[in-house]
């Protein structure tokens, strides 16, 4: 079993709606938490990281965090054709050793 | 991909040979990590280093290895290609008291 967790969908949403992206990790020690997009033939660009429980909002994108459930989410509104790609959830386990484990990912398509 | 680059972009090898593949950031950053991508696998850590002379095995360590002779470069190095490593690896970098990360461009390894 992977660390960390996501459905790998895809994931299809019309375009004005919400997408809701969902990651659960294993290790009780991860402390931070990080979603990524990721386009088809490039690297992973960071959207958002969030450390407390509770919601993280930048813009259309929301984080949301319950380490009680061990359980992380990602939320976009009005998603966008433009939106649609592979979206990676990642888990750090802070202090000497920083590492930080990735999911395998949601691909998300959201049609015009 | 500002700050990380990755070299060579493609290379294509012969089971046994050997070859170091070169990551270089200019970011200052403290964690750099080597990660391969598989389809449908996601990002699987292969080693990681929190800082300059400390190295760590991820995931999936088995037939690699790293140096970080300094904090800008971080190398992986295949000492006996196998087809089972043909992949598409990352390098990427983090410094989480300012939540920045970065991934380089990607190399494109195949093993023949």
């Known amino acids: 079993q992977k660390e960390v967790e996501q459905n790998s969908g895809p994931l299809s949403v019309p375009e004005g709606a919400i997408a809701s992206l969902n990651c659960t990790y294993s290790?009780?020690?991860?402390?931070?938490f990080f979603w990524y997009r990721q386009y088809s033939g490039k690297s992973p660009e960071l959207i958002m990281s969030i450390y407390s429980n509770g919601d993280k909002e930048d813009g259309r994108f929301t984080a949301q965090l319950n380490k009680a459930s061990q359980y992380v989410s990602l939320l976009i509104r009005d998603s966008q054709p433009s939106d649609s790609a592979t979206y990676l959830c990642?888990?750090?386990?802070?202090?000497?050793?920083?590492?930080?484990?990735f999911g395998t990912g949601t691909l998300l398509a959201v049609q015009p | 991909n500002a700050g990380v680059t990755q070299t060579p972009k493609f290379q294509v090898l012969k089971t046994g040979q050997s070859m170091t593949l070169q990551c270089a950031q200019d970011?200052?950053?403290?964690?750099m990590y080597w990660y391969r991508q598989d389809p449908g696998m996601g990002l699987r850590l292969i080693y990681y280093s929190a800082s300059e002379g400390t190295t760590d095995k991820g995931e999936v360590p088995n037939g690699y290895n790293v140096s970080r002779l300094n904090k800008r470069e971080f190398s992986l190095r295949l000492e006996s290609a196998a087809p089972s490593q043909t992949s598409v690896y990352f390098c990427?970098?983090?410094?989480?008291?300012?939540?920045?990360?970065?991934f380089g461009p990607g190399t494109r390894l195949t093993v023949l």
């Open positions: 990642a888990a750090l386990r802070p202090g000497a050793t920083n590492k930080l484990i």
């Open positions: 970011m200052n950053h403290n964690s």
């Open positions: 990427a970098t983090l410094l989480l008291s300012s939540d920045e990360q970065f």
């Open positions: 290790d009780r020690g991860s402390q931070s």
